[in-house]
T-cell receptor, first 110, second 117 residues
Framework: GQQVMQIPQYQHVQEGEDFTTYCNSS?????IQWYKQRPGGHPVFLIQ?????EVKKQKRLTFQFGEAKKNSSLHITATQTTDVGTYFC??????????FGTGTSLTVIP | NAGVMQNPRHLVRRRGQEARLRCSPM?????VYWYRQLPEEGLKFMVY????????ESGMPKERFSAEFPKEGPSILRIQQVVRGDSAAYFC???????????????FGAGSRLTVL
């Protein structure tokens, strides 16, 4: 079946360092979305990418959608303690599911 | 405009009892998804429903679990004869359109945390 893998699974960074998480799908995605889940919280939508090669920025966050629409990345510049949480990529499957990646848990050390 | 409302937020059940989790989607949203999340793990898809219809239940265990989204009222995830392994956070999400449409952003509820003693 379709799989959406994320690497790394865990990442610890010093505050101020950069952070990147990568998302890889076994099949082409019509669109990809990123969500953030704070510890003890629920997933919150960050952004949606639709076009091949698309790049979007939100302040210190940069999102990319691969040319083949099978992979994506989220890069955070100069992390802050407020960036702590788990970042999930997600996309619609060939069926009718909305499939979430395995997630990357980010810890920021002050 | 209230978001996705889930209740109860916390539920404790003894083995063998039934758990009913309710989800009211955002106003105007007719697509509902249920996910299960074990501690320190990802979001596992369970079921996708539209009003009165189960569209995809491929992530639901074959036994003891059922879901519905009636014409009136909230969506309900029902777990019969709970076991300790059912302890998890159950998240409901809603969207205005189907997964492959362009406006399929999911809005999540705060989750229902089930503990089975």
């Amino acid at each position: 079946g379709q799989q959406v893998m994320q690497i790394p699974q865990y990442q610890h960074v010093q505050e101020g360092e950069d952070f990147t998480t990568y998302c890889n799908s076994s099949t082409t995605l019509s669109n990809i979305q990123w969500y953030k889940q704070r510890p003890g919280g629920h997933p919150v939508f960050l952004i949606q990418l639709v076009k091949s090669g698309e790049v979007k920025k939100q302040k210190r966050l940069t999102f990319q959608f691969g040319e083949a629409k099978k992979n994506s990345s989220l890069h955070i510049t100069a992390t802050q303690t407020t960036d702590v949480g788990t970042y999930f990529c997600a996309g619609p499957t060939t069926g009718n599911q909305f499939y979430f990646g395995t997630g990357t848990s980010l810890t920021v050390i002050p | 405009n209230a978001g996705v409302m889930q209740n109860p937020r916390h539920l404790v059940r003894r083995r063998g009892q039934e758990a009913r989790l309710r989800c009211s989607p955002m106003k105007g949203h007719s697509h509902v998804y249920w996910y299960r999340q074990l501690p320190e793990e990802g979001l596992k898809f369970m079921v996708y429903l539209q009003k009165e219809n189960i569209i995809d239940e491929s992530g639901m265990p074959k036994e003891r679990f059922s879901a519905e989204f009636p014409k009136e009222g909230p969506s309900i995830l029902r777990i019969q004869q709970v076991v300790r392994g059912d302890s998890a956070a159950y998240f409901c999400a809603s969207s205005p359109k189907a997964p492959h449409s362009g406006a399929n952003v999911l809005t999540f509820g705060a989750g229902s945390r089930l503990t089975v003693l």
